[in-house]
């Protein structure tokens, strides 16, 4: 037994991919797409490379590690994972999915899945009795986001998990904002975790990436039988930023937790422009309960409302240390307006639905100083401010 930082850096029988002569400490970037036979009826474990890559086995092997998961499987994107993962399902199958979702998979389920007679109802997971209540006969899983974006609001893997199980459907959850460090959501009672590796898991904006794991043999193979028949992997070279990302998680994610406290400090006192912020835990409801259960701690992305005394389009149009840009998890702080951006694939009705209005801004804390990171802030909202 090691710790989770230990088996972050060093894996955990992921040595034995270390199959060089030279003594190199990190696995190798297998450039082959092709493996020699030695002989016609050999029996060879790498043949293609879409089927098994080494490099793509290493980190298969470490999410698996890091999760307790049975199985790994990396492909090229996060949308290419969730895809992967909703073709569990046929024709005629219901899902019950969060109303609080990552806009990619709103579109993949809306403009695609629904078009392939694949059925949804969306619901509040946070209301256990919604959920409950939209399990049909033909419903097949429960899908959602443990801390939904752009609100941060936290749903219980525990008790969702339980309502799951005792229809007999799966429970799916989309754990990017989190990570493993954060939550592991297997042993909270889910069957099925995807990440965009996107994210925290690589950490440095230059790699798109996901990751899907589970600790169940027959969806194991149902989600190769994808990855090796639609064939989204992730390419090595990509596989190797995505390991790297991983070595150093617990370290970026415990600085960008610091953070963002210090953020919130600043933000707390800003009264005169902030009409509320978002961050688990401050809720105010029995999702902050949850949130102290089952979270290890709460991430680096921090939304808040501004009041009508600035402009958000300003705001985020002046600062200059943190980047206006979707996406989040990363050493660099990124700033953004979800209506105009991240949730612009919502619809307008379905965005004022969940009170995605023009005036919320999604800040993801990077690892910078904070103090210049508050200095940026003010000095935008000064220029912002009408
Ligand atoms: C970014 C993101 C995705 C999509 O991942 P890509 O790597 O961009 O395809 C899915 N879910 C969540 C929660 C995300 O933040």
New binding site residues.
Partial sequence: MVGFNTELVFGKGLNQLHDNNTGAVNVPIYQSSTYAFDDIDADNKYDYSRSLNPTREYLEKQIAVLEKAKHGYAF???????HAVFTLFVPGDHIVVSKN??G??FRLINDYLKHLQIEFTQVDTQNLEEVEAAIQPNTKAIYF?PID?PFMKVTSIRAVSAIAKKHGVLTIV????LTPYLQRPLALGADVV??????YLGGHSDV???LVVTNHDDIGEKLYFSQNAVGGILSPENCILVIRGIKTLSVRLDRHIQNAQTVLKYLDQKEDFIKKIYYPGRAGDASDQVAQEELKGYGGVISFELKDNVDPKKLVNSTQLIWLA????SVESLIELPYYM?HAELPLAERQKVGIGPNLVRLSVGLEDPEDLIADLEQAVATATK
Avoid: R
Avoid at 326 to 329: E, H, N, Q
């Fill in positions: 090229a994107s996060g949308s290419a994972a969730i979702i990552y990619g998979t986001e974006n989309d754990n990017t904002f995807i990440h965009s590796a996107t994210k798109i990436a996901g979707v996406s989040l998890g991240t």
